[in-house]
């Protein structure tokens, strides 16, 4: 069994405690087993479970695992402290809000033996899952991701970082990328940003992708990909899965834990996590200069 806890009870810590204390049967999330939780408020027992603190935490024993659940821009110091303390960590996507850090990250992970896992929940969506699927096999001609949504609260990093999920969406259908440019619009009267970044394929195919977020903005993604063969416009509707998100993900770090995932699939996942975050920070780059 692998003892857990969890830092930031917002609604993805709520999630991870829930899951842990009802996993799905005959899964590796069999093997979690939730310990605590910490919090920088104090609180009372959440689903029965109480809070201790981040010093017991990597302290004790019988504590194997921690799962970050805070705002992105204190993931970095959570994650680098567990890893010290040599705890395996599932971090909330983006694991921090620069590459240089997340690489060093992932060397100290290596160097303790330990796992590092980076939440990306929206790879396994059944959208997605079939968006994938009518991509396979077609010839890129031009392309755009253009999200919409509400405004963050502070401490969710500059818009290529909060947003990492859509870059992530486009490295995984089409490769590595390269960014050609990238601009920011804001208006701090109404909290309205607008990212747009230019980006292009390894056989330089251009594709753009749009951030944008307002007070009144719905929360949706629209796609304009021109094939050789097709243009696909819209997301293809899918079944909800009968295995939630984060469940999903519980999994995945638990069977990591296990062994149960090959050295080459983990080496793939963190160059795909590694570029993200490159592109994202080369973005903000150029959006600032």
């Known amino acids: 069994?692998?003892?857990?806890?969890?830092?930031?009870?917002?609604?993805?810590?709520?999630?991870?405690?829930?899951?842990?204390?009802?996993?799905?049967?005959?899964?590796?999330?069999?093997?979690?087993?939730?310990?605590?939780?910490?919090?920088?408020?104090?609180?009372?027992?959440?689903?029965?479970?109480?809070?201790?603190?981040?010093?017991?935490?990597?302290?004790?024993?019988?504590?194997?695992?921690?799962?970050?659940?805070?705002?992105?821009?204190?993931?970095?110091?959570?994650?680098?402290?567990?890893?010290?303390?040599?705890?395996?960590?599932?971090?909330?996507?983006?694991m921090t809000?620069?590459?240089?850090?997340?690489?060093?990250?992932?060397?100290?992970?290596?160097?303790?033996?330990?796992?590092?896992?980076?939440?990306?929940?929206?790879?396994?969506?059944?959208?997605?899952?079939?968006?994938?699927?009518?991509?396979?096999?077609?010839?890129?001609?031009?392309?755009?991701?253009?999200?919409?949504?509400?405004?963050?609260?502070?401490g969710f990093g500059f818009q290529a970082f909060s947003g990492i999920a859509r870059l992530t969406w486009l490295v995984e259908l089409f490769g590595e990328l390269s960014v050609t440019a990238a601009t920011m619009e804001e208006d701090s009267g109404t909290n309205y940003s607008k990212l747009t970044a230019k980006l292009q394929t390894s056989d330089n195919r251009p594709l753009t992708w749009i951030e944008e977020r307002g007070p009144d903005l719905p929360r949706a993604k629209n796609i304009n990909f021109h094939f050789d063969s097709c243009t696909l416009t819209q997301i293809p509707p899918a079944p909800r899965a009968a295995v939630g998100l984060f469940m999903q993900d519980l999994i995945q770090f638990s069977a990591k834990l296990a062994g149960q995932v090959s050295p080459e699939e983990l080496q793939r996942e963190r160059t795909r996590i590694l570029h993200c975050l490159q592109l994202a920070e080369r973005i903000q780059q150029l959006c600032q200069s």
Request: contains cysteine; glycine residues 8%.
């Open 97 to 154: 809000l620069s590459y240089k850090a997340a690489a060093e990250l992932w060397d100290f992970a290596q160097e303790k033996g330990v796992i590092l896992h980076e939440e990306h929940i929206e790879l396994l969506t059944e959208d997605f899952k079939e968006l994938k699927k009518e991509v396979e096999g077609k010839v890129l001609q031009e392309g755009t991701l253009h999200f919409t949504g509400g405004v963050l609260k502070p």
């Open 1 to 94: 069994m692998f003892g857990a806890v969890v830092v930031g009870i917002g609604t993805a810590g709520w999630v991870r405690i829930r899951d842990m204390l009802a996993p799905l049967p005959g899964s590796p999330a069999e093997k979690l087993n939730v310990k605590g939780f910490i919090s920088r408020r104090s609180l009372d027992t959440q689903q029965g479970v109480s809070q201790i603190s981040l010093e017991e935490a990597k302290s004790r024993e019988d504590i194997h695992a921690a799962f970050i659940c805070t705002e992105n821009a204190s993931h970095e110091d959570y994650v680098r402290s567990f890893l010290q303390a040599g705890k395996h960590v599932c971090v909330e996507y983006p």
